[in-house]
């Protein structure tokens, strides 16, 4: 699944949706795949906008190696100066997002560090990673 996927061509490619996931009529909304309980795919204006990994029973690995629990150094080593560091808003450092963006296609990924300087929640997607709550 790509990002800019329709919802319907996403939910067949995930095998389909938990129930009541993708019930919603809002032009923003989250569905998860029945087989799958650490991931998240938001859905805007009827298209896959992000794809979030987060805590669950699913060994989530990205295309660089990283995953859940990898430490804020381990993300920095692998994308050094191309890595945008903010502060998270509620949380004292070691808590962070570190976000690195692919120029070309404008999508990016990101790496919710929390409190404890391990990676909590990855972000894929445009730039809706950015929004905390998902549609804002």
């Not at 560090?113 to 804002?136: D, F, K, Y």
Request: glycine share 12%; with cysteine.
């Amino acid at each position: 699944m790509r990002i800019g996927t329709l919802e319907s061509v996403a939910i067949d490619a995930m095998g389909g949706a938990r129930p009541g996931a993708a019930a919603s009529r809002t032009d923003c909304h989250y569905v998860q795949p029945i087989a799958s309980d650490s991931i998240r795919v938001l859905i805007e204006a009827g298209k896959v906008s992000r794809i979030e990994a987060h805590g669950g029973t699913d060994h989530v690995i990205t295309d660089t190696g990283l995953s859940l629990g990898a430490t804020a150094a381990q993300v920095r080593a692998k994308y050094s100066a191309e890595l945008e560091e903010d502060p998270v808003a509620d949380a004292s450092a070691p808590a962070a997002y570190l976000t690195y963006w692919n120029r070309t296609d404008r999508q990016g990924i990101r790496f919710v560090v929390g409190s404890t300087g391990l990676v909590e929640t990855i972000l894929v997607g445009g730039p809706s990673i950015r929004n905390a709550q998902g549609c804002s």
